[in-house]
């Protein structure tokens, strides 16, 4: 059996399947738009995002140096 006998030639699209073929196209679209749409928000993103901003964050105190102990 020679290649050209099993490859298909023609297909042939029936009216009644033109509905389903157009519904697939709308679904897979609204996928790629869904996922170009997170993406482009920042939702892929997996550095965690700061819970307050810099300026309402406490001061650090500088070190307290340790005395040295008094004698008894």
Do not use: C
Not at 7 to 36: C, D, Q, S, W, Y
Not at 42 to 51: F, L, N, S, V
């Amino acid at each position: 059996m020679a290649m050209n006998d099993i490859r298909i030639t023609h297909v042939e699209v029936k009216p009644e399947n033109k509905g389903r073929i157009i519904a697939a196209f709308v679904i897979g679209l609204a996928v790629v738009a869904a996922g170009a749409y997170t993406y482009g928000e920042g939702w892929w993103k997996a550095a965690p995002k700061p819970a307050v901003s810099a300026d309402q964050l406490p001061q650090l105190t500088p070190p307290i140096r340790p005395e040295p102990p008094k004698p008894i």
